[in-house]
């Protein structure tokens, strides 16, 4: 199947500071990709659905301002945590479509990954 | 709105016994449902979804729209079965034309020997 890789798989930082996570498909394009946060022993709560060429699509509650998301092409799109504080640290999953066979567009889930602001 | 329910956050059977991880949805369009799986240290991953009505690794589950449910059903457990499963409803974000998938919360199987 296809897949879907984020980098970093864990990243500590200071409170204040940004941290950009990346979501590529590795080898099939996706013009849409999601965003979800998942804290511990919790669901997954989609954040956003990044549109490649255009503006991230924002879930409400969400911050656009605090989470920016940049879809720079087919195959990558970037969630930056900006102005990182502890409530922030949580375990981020993307996810990218992929055509299959039938008529849904099965779900390719990123590894997550996990961020801890100090 | 959109909404998943999973009753149950934790379930235990033993090895060979019938398991049942219930899902109820609400949702005003026409439901397209899912089940992820996640097995211990890795990423969460596609069980099954209802309009393929297919049997993966022994899992079944019907989609009862009278009902609004989505259970997800097995005959014997297997240890292997072990892992952290979601319902999770494809629906369209209110208000758009983009669709997203909603989850339950999960329930955890653990499949004792």
């Known amino acids: 199947g296809a897949v879907v890789s984020q980098h970093p798989s864990w990243v500590i930082c200071k409170s204040g500071t940004s941290v950009k996570i990346e979501c590529r498909s590795l080898d099939f394009q996706a013009t849409t990709m999601f965003w979800y946060r998942q804290f511990p022993k919790q669901s997954l709560m989609l954040m956003a659905t990044s549109n490649e060429g255009s503006k991230a699509t924002y879930e409400q509650g969400v911050e656009k301002d605090k989470f920016l998301i940049n879809h720079a092409s087919l195959t990558l799109s970037t969630l930056t945590v900006t102005s990182a504080h502890p409530e922030d640290s949580s375990f981020y999953i993307c996810?990218?479509?992929?055509?299959?066979?039938?008529?849904?567009?099965?779900?390719?889930f990123g590894p997550g990954t996990r961020l801890t602001v100090l | 709105a959109q909404r998943v329910t999973q009753p149950e956050k934790l379930l235990s059977v033993f090895k060979g016994a019938p398991v049942e991880l219930k899902c109820n949805y609400s949702y005003s369009g026409s439901p397209e449902l899912f089940w992820y799986v996640q097995y211990s240290r890795q990423r969460l991953q596609l069980l099954l979804r209802?309009?393929s009505r297919e049997s993966i690794k022994g899992f079944t589950a019907d989609l009862n729209k009278g009902e609004t449910s989505f259970h997800l059903k097995k005959p014997f457990a297997q240890e292997e079965d072990s892992a952290m499963y979601y319902c999770?409803?494809?629906?369209?974000?209110?208000?758009?034309?983009?669709?997203?998938?909603?989850f339950g919360k999960g329930t955890l199987l653990t499949v004792n020997p």
């Open positions: 996810s990218a479509p992929s055509l299959t066979s039938g008529s849904s567009n099965e779900q390719f």
């Open positions: 209802h309009i």
């Open positions: 999770a409803l494809k629906g369209l974000r209110s208000g758009g034309s983009n669709y997203k998938l909603t």
